[in-house]
């Protein structure tokens, strides 16, 4: 069955921050020091969902997906990030899935989306390689308890993100500007989630992924500095991720680290522990040329040309269709399913004055995208499953509730939720899909 569903993530959608004695996460630090979210924007109600899920998960139901991708809060199941863990909010994620499983909606969990426990990066975060294990232990808590009705498992969420925007550039949680010396929270993530695949695995999950947002990056001309800073561009943000876990290896790291210090032997078997599918977040591709300046070996030239997102993302279906074919091309026989487990755009969504929100443009990306994806298919790629980022208007990281990404308008001030035009064109699209099967 093609799964086709909605995805969230914990910190974005939650709020609840202080209670059932939820530990705190790196992004409640962050997110309450001056300056560091649009607004001094946070999660702590987000838009609530740790007491509106019921409602959710209705809105869900009414729109007709059979899947939904969300995350749990490390910090929920164990607020210290180790040892002992909290059943309020293992009971939390319980009757979450519980609920869905009663309305023919598959539960796909990411068990890491950014919010690691803060007593973890008091001891070094994701710097520190001994948080790849405790994070295995935490993977086994959470499958004892949901194995038995979620059949797959999505390890991480974007370790690029997480070591380029947390580590390297410090405009997310933990806050850190270290450029290169960011590279171990890579490889301790990697780690990571190569042994909670195994502890998954042991614990009865049958199928595991790891979710990676790729880019086609597209050279600013054909000179060879440009080709070469391209080249660099697509090591950094797709092969670094994609390779160890897919080929048990990385790719050439010279252009950014004189050694790999971090590796230890063995490392690269654990981290290419045989998995079940990848997880792909597709938004845009990057154009890439190269540097003025010295510093990192390459520099975005930025795509004109195309329309944008309220983010300003230039919006190319069809770089989802380059990407997808593109992955077939370099990892052939060692690349599993593929499951597209975020595609989505902001838009500056208006409420019109009886209420409706009619964002034409999110129907047109989506509409686009799908069909892209569509072609990737008829040319041979295995992709089973679509999760449309986002369900829910929510707290979008440094940008907090500015960006708007939802298939569901929510107001802030009230939690009033309010289905948009894509979602009933979302809805009606997938009766057709039902009735063209
Ligand atoms: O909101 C994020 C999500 O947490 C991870 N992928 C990209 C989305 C849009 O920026």
Redesign the pocket.
């Given at each position: 069955m093609f799964l086709w569903g909605t995805a969230t993530?914990a910190y974005?959608i939650e709020g609840a921050a202080q209670e059932d004695d939820r530990g705190a996460s790196i992004w409640d630090t962050f997110a309450h020091e001056p300056g560091r979210t649009r607004d001094g924007h946070t999660g702590d109600v987000a838009c609530d969902h740790y007491h509106r899920w019921r409602e959710d998960v209705a809105l869900m139901s009414g729109l007709g997906v059979n899947a939904y991708r969300f995350s749990i809060a490390w910090p929920r199941v164990q607020p210290l990030g180790t040892g002992a863990l909290n059943p309020q909010g293992l009971d939390f994620y319980d009757r979450l899935v519980d609920a869905l499983c009663e309305q023919g909606i598959q539960p796909v969990p990411t068990l890491f989306?950014?919010d690691l426990p803060q007593p973890l990066e008091d001891r070094g975060g994701w710097l520190n390689r001994e948080i790849s294990e405790m994070f295995a232990e935490y993977a086994a808590i959470v499958a004892d308890r949901l194995a038995d009705r979620v059949p797959l498992w999505i390890t991480l969420?974007?370790p690029f993100?997480h070591m380029a925007f947390g580590y390297a550039m410090g405009i997310h949680a933990p806050g850190q500007a270290l450029l290169t010396g960011a590279l171990p929270s890579a490889h301790h993530q990697l780690l990571a989630h190569g042994l909670a695949t195994q502890a998954l695995r042991a614990a009865g999950a049958r199928q595991v992924a790891i979710t990676n947002?790729c880019t086609p990056v597209w050279p600013a001309s054909q000179e060879e500095p440009d080709l070469k800073a391209a080249d660099a561009y697509d090591v950094l943000h797709n092969r670094l991720f994609n390779d160890p876990v897919l080929i048990g290896e990385y790719p050439d790291l010279s252009a950014y680290t004189p050694a790999l210090d971090f590796l230890r032997d063995g490392d690269l078997q654990i981290i290419s522990t045989p998995i079940d599918a990848l997880g792909i977040?597709y938004?845009n591709p990057t154009r890439i040329t190269a540097p003025a300046a010295e510093g990192l070996p390459f520099e975005d030239a930025g795509i004109t040309g195309h329309p944008t997102t309220a983010f300003g993302w230039p919006v190319v279906p069809d770089g989802l269709r380059e990407l997808l074919t593109g992955l077939k091309a370099r990892y052939a026989t060692a690349l599993p399913p593929i499951y597209i487990t975020?595609n989505g755009c902001s838009q500056h969504d208006v409420v019109t004055a009886d209420g409706r929100i009619e964002d034409q443009a999110r129907i047109a990306y989506l509409e686009g995208h799908i069909a892209a994806m569509r072609r990737a298919m008829a040319e041979g790629v295995d992709v089973r499953g679509y999760f449309v980022?986002?369900l829910l208007d929510n707290f979008?990281?440094a940008e907090g509730y500015h960006?708007r990404?939802g298939l569901v308008h929510v107001d802030f001030e009230t939690q009033r939720r309010t289905p948009k035009a894509s979602y009933a064109w979302l809805k009606e699209f997938l009766e057709a899909q039902k009735t063209d099967t």
């Open positions: 993530a974005q989306h950014w969420n974007e993100v947002n977040n938004y975020e980022w986002s979008e990281w960006q990404f």
